[in-house]
Structures are given as structure tokens and as C-alpha cells.
């Protein structure tokens, strides 16, 4: 019987750390490496391991991930495991699932224990990562599936997943929708299948993104009192700053203090700005509260809706937009299909 063979894509993490002279964690395993830790990988699947980078999920660039989906691309092989480290891995997981367009299942996976601690989760993750790719409902399910993160015997969509907590080993969750499936002894537990309405209408629109050139995009996290200054900078210079977009990290159903609306509106007419919930995702309010900081002001100021999109996820998507050269118009239509 032919073994599915399974890529795995080594970006580094706390996965990929060991010790060095002063017992700090340093970035020094590679994926022959991760393999090797884990005996039972050869009995599931002909594995090919390739260290692609050794660095911090934290240092990471767009250029860097989209150069990895243009590889995920070109791979002949019956399904992709990406190993990183954690803290952007809500990040990264979104952008590959708008970038890759493949009908195998692509896992990206990572560990919140590095392997000088007494019981590490990356041997474990990268089984069950494994174990995802083989089996034959995700298998069936890929497109629909889209780019999935397995962390702790759970799989969420890529679309979904949220880092949660700082250190905690259950530091990751889907909140809004929940797991797609769990793995149970040595066995896939089917769920539920995410919406890929929006996704795959993004796709549709992004298809220069990979060609394009870095396009930053500023998130502004709005908090009580907020007075305004990076606004005023922004809106005062002639190039933003540097920035091609903006994220706002909206309070509520889509508010911001009334002290900085006007400052809002008026970075909306130069360059696009997206409201996304600070709450961490949830559909947005559209016409419930008025006033000038409402977001019934604030759309009709022009202000581009996130719709579920967290913050992070928004940048991200927001960047791609930008990358693949889309104007506001076309970008508000990307965004409007995540409600």
C-alpha cells in the first residue's frame, strides 16, 4: 500500500527551538529535525521535511509567506503540514488560505511548550497535523476545508482560529464557530464544514497578490479617550506616513470616540480604512446607533466594514486587497461578503 506523501514546511517557532549555553530558547531545529522526534510520522505517510526558514513567528513578513504559497503551489505531493511559531500563526494561516488554491489539505501547526519542558506539544501537534493531512474525510473535504490550523487534537478553519492566550496550551480557539473536528485516539471526528462564500470570492479578485509589492497597512486600536494623534500624523502627511491602508480596531458594533470621528472620516476619503471589532470578531452593527461616532456615521463617511473579521485577520486580508491592486471600491465588495 502507497503512503500519502506529506510536506512538511519548517518556518521555525518555539516548535524549533532548543537551548543554548545560557538555557535561553533559541531558534536551531530544522524539519529533519521535528521529524525524527516523532517515530510514528513513518508508518503514516512518505514524508519530505524542508526547513524553509529558522525564525520567530513575531519576525515573519508578508513577502516571506507569500513566497511560501507560491511553493505550496508548485509541490506534487497529497497534502502540505507548515510548522511556525504561534504568535502569528492567526495571521499567516488566513493569508495562505487566500493565497493557495489547491484541492490537498494544508495544515499549518506549532507548539505553546518548546522541547526542554517536561511534556512539549509539538511532537504531538505535528502527529495529529499529519494525521489530518492522511485522513480520508479532509482529504475528500480539502476545497472546503480550505487551510486548516491543528492545535491540541482540535482543527479549525484558517478563517476562524484565534490565539487566545499568551502561554496557556490551550491557547487557541475558534470563537465565533467553533472546531471543524477533533481527533480522537488515531481517528479524524468530522464536525462541521466553515463557510467559504467569502473566502473564495476574495480569492476571485486577489489573483495579482502573489506578483504584488508590500503594501502596509496600520492598525489603530481604539480605546477609551483616544485622542487622536497618529490620526491627526496621518491624515496631515502627505504620504500616510507611509501607509497604504488603515485598520481600525473599532469599539462595539463598529464605534469610536466622538473625539476622533471626524479624523476618521477624513483618513477614509485618502487612503482605505476598514472598522473591524476590537471584541476579537463578531458581524458588525450597520444601522442601529446614530450620532457622529456611530457606525451609521461612519459608513456613510465612507468607512470600509470588516464585517466578522477580527482586527488581525482585517490587516490581512486589507494588505492582500491592496497587494493585488484593487481600489476601495473592489476591496469594500472583498470585504462586505464577510458580513
Known sequence: MTLPRIQILALGGTIATAPDASGAMQMGLGADDLVAAVPLLAGLADIRAETVSRVGSHSLSFDQIHALANRIMGLDVDGVVVTQGTDTLEETSFLLDLLVERDIPVIVTAAMRNPALTSPDGPGNL????????????????????????????????????????????????????????????????????????????????????????????????????????????????????????????????????????????????IPTVVSPRAGGGPLLRQTYGGPSSEIALRKAGLIWGGRLNPLKARVLLQTCLRAGLDRSAIAEVFEAFG
Open 127 to 270: 502527529l495529529a497535523a499529519v494525521r489530518v493531512a492522511c485522513d480520508p474525510w479532509v482529504k475528500a473535504h480539502a476545497k472546503a476545508l480550505g487551510v486548516v490550523a491543528v492545535m491540541l487534537d482540535e482543527i479549525y478553519a484558517a478563517s476562524d482560529v484565534l490565539k487566545i492566550h499568551p502561554t496557556r496550551l490551550n491557547a487557541f480557539a475558534s470563537p465565533q464557530t467553533g472546531p471543524l473536528a477533533a481527533l480522537v485516539e488515531d481517528r479524524v471526528v468530522p464536525l462541521s464544514l466553515p463557510v467559504r462564500a467569502p473566502v473564495e470570492a476574495a480569492r476571485k479578485r486577489l489573483g495579482g497578490a502573489l506578483e504584488g509589492r508590500e503594501q502596509p497597512v496600520a492598525l489603530l486600536w481604539f480605546g477609551l479617550d483616544e485622542p487622536g494623534y497618529i490620526l491627526e500624523a496621518m491624515v496631515d502627511h502627505r504620504d500616510q506616513l507611509g501607509y497604504r491602508g488603515v485598520v481600525v480596531g473599532a469599539m462595539g458594533g463598529g464605534h469610536v470616540p466622538e473625539r476622533v470621528a471626524s479624523l476618521v472620516g477624513q483618513l477614509a476619503e485618502i
